[in-house]
Structures are given as structure tokens and as C-alpha cells.
């Protein structure tokens, strides 16, 4: 388990997540579909956060990941993306040949995964990430979606994860007014002071009762 040191120095805790570690699990109320969906609605993103003690293991596993491969980074990009970057990337942000200069557009220029490290949900909200090799327009200095951006990755989201999920609804006789799996999907992008992993675009989608069928085919279906 981390300790004090380790949490003094690590340089992304909010304020947030030091009253969270205060308090302790015994006190951590986990976020529920509706939390999430005023939080999102309201764009109140840095209250997002993780059970204390999940938290802590989220520290020590950074502190140490640095320590191996560098920089987070490094790690997705080695480990997880398996991303190859072009020679310009060396001391900037990482920038890749892309099939495509829209975002979102060709598969092979985004990657669905899970999210190692999730926000504190409660059991029924799965945890996404979509990470992108193309750039998404933002609005400088605080990294905000443009309009534009926000629109396009609201359409991919769409159709991405709300029809298949409606589709696999209606397939299932999932009874109810709304069958469209709306209700079922959220999506956030942090903006720069509150993203942990800077210099690779990617947003974040949370599914509610998402069947393992499909989570399967979202993870693994793509290049």
C-alpha cells in the first residue's frame, strides 16, 4: 500500500481525493447511474473518484510504472496501445500515421479499452476508454471539446455503443418506452488539468448493464 510519502509527492490528487483518502472506504459512497449523469449533465468532472483504498493502489502503481517505463505514457503506448509512433514524436506528444485525419472515423485509428483504473462506480457501471491516434480539436488553454469535436464524438459514441446496445435490447425482448440504449451509455472527455494521460487523446464512455457479449465485441473486434 502507498504511503504518506508516496502520496505527498504524487502530483495529481485534488482536493477531492484527499478528503476521499481521509474518510476512508468505511465513508466512500460510490458514484450511481444518476450521480454520473448530473455530473456529466453539469460537466462537474473533478469529483469523479475512486474508493480510498483503490485509490491508493492507483498511486503506488504510477509512482512505480514512472519509475519502470518513464512516464504513463510509455506504458499505454508500450503495453497496451501497442501503438508504434512516428520519429517526430521524440519530446513532444506521441503522433502516429493515421488511415484517417478525422477522429473516430477509421477503426484502425482508435482503440476501445476497459479502463484499468476505474472511477468508484457502483457494480453495474462499466468503465470505458476510446483512445485515439488522431488529434481532437480542443479549445486552448483549459483543452475543452470544441463544438464541433463534442458533436463528432457524441455521433461516434452513438454509433458505436448506443445502437448495438439497443439492438442487442430489442433482440433480448427487453421490455420498456426506450430500447434505444440511450439511456444506457454516458461519455465524458476531461479537459487538460484533470487528464492523468496527457499527449494521447481519449474520452471516456460508461455503459450501465452492459452484457458481456457485447463488451467482448467492443474490446475485442477492434484492430
Known amino acids: 500500500m502507498v504511503d504518506d510519502a508516496e502520496l505527498?509527492?504524487?502530483?495529481?490528487l485534488t482536493p477531492?481525493?484527499?478528503e476521499n483518502l481521509a474518510g476512508g472506504d468505511e465513508n466512500f459512497k460510490p458514484h450511481n447511474w444518476e450521480d454520473l449523469k448530473e455530473i456529466i449533465a453539469a460537466y462537474n468532472l473533478a469529483i469523479l473518484k475512486r474508493k480510498p483504498s483503490d485509490l491508493r493502489r492507483y498511486i503506488k502503481w504510477t509512482n512505480q510504472t514512472k519509475a519502470t517505463y518513464g512516464s504513463i505514457t510509455?506504458?499505454?503506448?508500450?503495453?497496451?496501445?501497442?501503438?508504434?509512433?512516428l520519429p517526430t514524436s521524440s519530446g513532444g506528444s506521441p503522433s502516429f500515421?493515421?488511415?484517417?485525419?478525422?477522429?473516430?472515423?477509421?477503426?484502425s485509428d482508435y482503440k476501445i479499452l476497459l479502463n484499468d483504473w476505474p472511477y468508484g462506480?457502483?457494480?453495474?457501471?462499466?468503465?470505458?476508454?476510446?483512445?485515439?491516434?488522431?488529434?481532437?480539436?480542443e479549445q486552448k488553454p483549459e483543452g475543452y471539446l470544441t463544438p464541433?469535436?463534442?458533436?463528432?464524438?457524441?455521433?461516434?459514441?452513438?454509433?458505436?455503443?448506443?445502437?448495438?446496445?439497443?439492438?442487442?435490447?430489442s433482440k433480448q425482448g427487453v421490455a420498456g418506452e426506450r430500447e434505444t440504449g440511450d439511456d444506457r451509455v454516458l461519455w465524458f472527455r476531461n479537459w487538460t488539468g484533470?487528464?492523468?494521460?496527457?499527449?494521447?487523446?481519449?474520452?471516456?464512455?460508461l455503459v450501465r448493464d452492459a452484457p458481456k457479449s457485447l463488451l467482448d465485441w467492443w474490446i475485442e473486434n477492434r484492430p
Not at 500515421?97 to 477503426?107: A, K, L
Not at 463528432?152 to 439492438?167: A, C, D, N, Q, Y
Open 74 to 85: 510509455a506504458f499505454i503506448l508500450s503495453e497496451r496501445l501497442r501503438w508504434k509512433t
Open 121 to 137: 462506480f457502483t457494480p453495474d457501471v462499466t468503465h470505458i476508454v476510446v483512445w485515439s491516434k488522431v488529434r481532437i480539436p
Open 194 to 205: 484533470l487528464q492523468s494521460v496527457r499527449g494521447l487523446d481519449h474520452v471516456h464512455v
Open 16 to 18: 477531492t481525493d484527499r
Open 97 to 107: 500515421q493515421c488511415n484517417n485525419t478525422i477522429p473516430f472515423t477509421d477503426p
Open 148 to 169: 464541433e469535436s463534442a458533436a463528432l464524438v457524441e455521433g461516434f459514441v452513438h454509433k458505436t455503443f448506443v445502437e448495438p446496445l439497443g439492438s442487442y435490447r
Open 8 to 12: 505527498g509527492a504524487f502530483p495529481g
